[in-house]
């Protein structure tokens, strides 16, 4: 039996061994992770001894980073990897902090981001094991499941049972996570194994295993291009942008060649700009009634088949790296022709496939490009128009947006919103410029994950715009504490309406003549008193006012960047919108 004593002296008799808390991270190192978001408990003693092992022996590893809630360390390392592509690892407290990561992991998922997720396991010994329980907590964290609380939500799981697995389990997990459909992945630690010596030979060697890239079905491209160059009326909608600047162009150009409108209903990310001739409002039902080929841009729901109804005989043509969306158990959208790649290189073999037709379809698609261009055009003038009459007291949302995106025009921004300002009055014209909510719904996201993304990318601007609800699902002193300490300056706009906006429209949208549409107050929606959030900002040191007058509006957003640039801190304007 491995006694206390004796672990501790194979560790420390052996130059060339770590305990295997250390091995890990020196393999996340290796791997290219640059970051470890962690909430440490009673488990992490042989990590934090591993950090200092490492520093004692001028080894490399990944920066720990004190994160004190779990569900900001998930939404951190999802807004990272937003902003430069690389996959992250977050570290939480057995049971406990697993769970406050769930909402984080559902959140990943649903969006095909991966994330390396590890917890420690509390000690399966009680005694006689270096490492067994010394606390009563180590008895009330046991579960006979603990990986339950995340399963679903993960692509793979796994529990470290000896010391040399580390290299090859951190090796498989990382390239899963990040093998279409990509995802969060977990792994538990238990804190008996994290104590034994690791031997340090291969630990930084190149990754054992990588990620497959997927490739692009010549002959399945062929067919598609063959339906939308033959279409007399083809439309695209995108939910998920276009993976980056080259698809981004892609599918502005092929667009404009070929007439087609581009809808964006419930965006998660930008794929046209909406200031585009061809970016299409965001009622799907017009556009579907005409529309004869369908092309889905990795949308997890491009339209809601209850109130939007396809023309008979329209063919749908779904692109993405998972393009029927097999984890979700019920999504019936129509696929006649399914193409399975990341949407930027399908983007790109498709506009190459379509200009090999272009010439024998021009007069038809320059007839589109007219009457899809004038439509379109007054739409967007409507939009325009509607946002700027909401600039009265109160304002509305669409005002806020509009104004926040005129005080932006010109910086290179990225503006994550949660049920907070919406896109459609605004102006962006960048891949990485907008990004909303996921669709699973796990609120408190756009915060810790503007500051991810800031962590990710120091030179950009970065808002998070929420709603007064999504601010308080974000454990707020945490938030500002992590931008604090971090030195993270990001623009935090509040859109506070004192109340659950989402759940009323929700409410109305069933029940539009109902009770509780003719109610004064609408249960179970209202959210006053409203708290000072100005002050929860003033806490951690924040600069921070209170906007509730239409004409103060711009001064205090540029007052705010200003803040931001000159002094490295965060800011945030509580914004009173009508509700």
């Not at 939404?75 to 977050?90: D, K, P």
């Not at 025009?409 to 009055?425: F, K, M, N």
């Not at 959210?527 to 806490?539: I, M, N, R, T, Y």
Request: charged content about 20%; proline content about 7%.
């Amino acid at each position: 039996m491995l006694t206390s004593k004796s672990a501790q002296n194979r560790t420390e008799d052996s130059g060339e061994s770590l305990t295997a808390g250390g091995a890990l991270l020196v393999r996340l190192k290796a791997l290219g992770v640059d970051y470890i978001f962690a909430n440490s408990g009673t488990d992490f003693p042989p990590i934090i001894e591993g950090l200092a092992e490492a520093e004692a022996k001028e080894i490399d590893l990944p920066q720990g980073l004190v994160i004190p809630h779990e569900a900001a360390a998930m939404a951190m390392a999802h807004g990272y990897y937003l902003a430069t592509g690389r996959t992250q690892a977050v570290m939480a407290h057995t049971n406990v902090g697993l769970a406050n990561c769930a909402i984080g992991a559902i959140n990943a998922a649903a969006e095909h981001i991966p994330v390396l997720l590890f917890s420690g396991r509390t000690p399966t010994t009680e005694k006689g094991r270096f490492g067994a329980r010394t606390v009563p907590i180590g008895w009330g964290q046991e579960m006979h499941d603990q990986t339950a609380l995340v399963r679903e939500a993960c692509k793979w799981d796994y529990e470290l049972r000896f010391p040399e697995q580390v290299s090859e389990i951190v090796d498989r997990a990382k390239a899963i996570a990040e093998t279409a459909p990509r995802g969060p992945v977990y792994i538990s630690l238990p804190r008996e194994i994290l104590c034994e010596p690791c031997d340090r030979a291969g630990l930084e060697a190149p990754a054992l295993m990588r990620a497959p890239a997927q490739g692009i079905d010549a002959d399945a491209f062929d067919t598609a291009a063959g339906l939308i160059a033959n279409a007399k009326n083809p439309v695209i909608f995108a939910q998920r942008g276009t993976g980056g600047v080259a698809g981004y162009q892609a599918l502005a150009r092929l667009a404009t060649d070929w007439g087609i409108p581009v809808c964006q209903y419930w965006a998660v990310r930008l794929a046209l700009s909406l200031d585009h001739p061809m970016a299409a409002g965001a009622d799907p039902a017009p556009l579907l009634a005409e529309a004869d080929v369908i092309l889905v841009l990795d949308s997890l729901a491009p339209w809601s088949p209850d109130i939007h109804k396809l023309k008979p005989g329209a063919k749908v043509i779904q692109l993405g790296q998972d393009p029927l969306y097999s984890r979700f158990p019920v999504r019936n959208f129509p696929c006649d022709l399914a193409l399975a790649c990341d949407v930027e290189p399908g983007l790109l073999a498709l506009e190459a496939r379509l200009a090999d037709r272009l010439e024998g379809h021009k007069p038809e698609a320059e007839a589109r490009f007219d009457r899809w261009s004038r439509r379109n055009g007054e739409q967007r003038r409507a939009v325009i128009a509607r946002a700027e009459a909401g600039g009265q007291d109160p304002m509305t949302k669409e005002f806020v947006s509009l104004t926040l995106s005129r005080a932006l025009a010109g910086r290179d921004a990225a503006v994550l919103s949660e049920l907070g300002c919406p896109l459609a009055p605004m102006s962006l014209d960048h891949p990485k410029a907008w990004y909303q909510e996921p669709h699973s719904g796990g609120l408190g996201w756009s915060f810790p994950a503007a500051l991810g993304m800031k962590l990710g990318n120091r030179e950009r601007t970065v808002v998070a715009t929420m709603g007064d609800g999504s601010y308080m699902f974000s454990n707020p002193v945490a938030c500002h504490q992590i931008a604090e300490a971090l030195e993270l300056p990001v623009l935090v706009l509040i859109v506070n309406n004192a109340e659950w906006g989402a759940v009323r429209q929700s409410v109305l949208g069933l029940y539009p003549g109902g009770h509780a549409a003719r109610s004064n107050r609408m249960p179970l929606t209202q959210l006053s008193p409203v708290p000072d959030f100005v002050k929860v900002a003033e806490a951690s040191r924040a600069f921070a006012r209170k906007v509730e007058h239409a004409a103060d509006l711009e001064p205090a957003i540029r007052a705010a960047l200003h803040h931001m640039e000159t002094t490295g801190t965060m800011a945030l304007l509580d914004v009173r919108v009508r509700p």
